[in-house]
């Protein structure tokens, strides 16, 4: 499997993220794998379970696919961001080491984003709707590095007020990325 290529959908393509029984967790990412919506997605530790990255051609088409997945009696609860600027680098989702961090800034969300344009552990990074301002994804080559990344890496970041980082233990692609 190549290299996800992020910047052929970043444009609109919301993260999801979502708190799910544990018990039906592997069944859900298996329906996942299957959804044609889907392009991509990680288990995660923290506030919650799994994040997904639909691919959506309207607002429609996203509020359908949250309700049916809201409709799911092994989805506790759901959150949206909606994208608006941002930039991905290129990076297999499926066998790096990631974390999401939720970055809230002090009105300064375009000047954080630039900065961590230039980290080389950010591989990920957009200006979102909601209650965080930025959805930051970081990388590293071992667990300890991606926590150290996500903590220490945003420290000195122009406007960064708060983060929470979640840690993924496993990621998948759906197969209609794999095709593409």
């Known amino acids: 499997m190549g290299l996800e290529n992020f910047p052929s959908m970043d444009s609109g393509t919301p993260y999801v993220f979502a708190t799910v029984r544990r018990d039906r967790i592997s069944k859900m990412v298996e ?7 889907v392009l991509r997605g990680s288990l995660l530790a923290g506030r919650y379970d799994i994040v997904i990255r639909p691919f959506m051609y309207g607002r429609w088409e ?14 506790r609860s759901t959150s949206t961001y ?24 002090q009105g300064l969300a375009n000047q954080s ?18 209650d965080w301002d930025i959805i930051a994804v970081v990388t590293g080559g071992s667990d300890e590095e991606v926590i150290r990344n996500s903590i220490e890496g ?4 122009p406007g960064v007020r708060k983060t929470e980082t979640m840690t993924s233990y496993r990621s998948f692609s759906s197969i209609l990325s794999k095709k593409a």
Not at 31 to 37: A, C, F, G, I
């Open 113 to 130: 984003l630039e900065a961590m344009r230039k980290m080389p552990c950010v591989v990920e990074a957009h200006v979102v709707s909601g």
């Open 154 to 157: 945003f420290e000195d970041i």
């Open 62 to 75: 996203l509020y359908n696919f949250i309700n049916n997945l809201r409709k799911d009696d092994c989805v």
């Open 82 to 105: 909606l994208v608006f600027d941002g930039f991905s680098k290129p990076v297999n989702v499926e066998t790096a080491m990631l974390a999401y961090c939720l970055i809230r800034t």
């Open 31 to 37: 329906e996942l794998k299957r959804n044609p919506s």
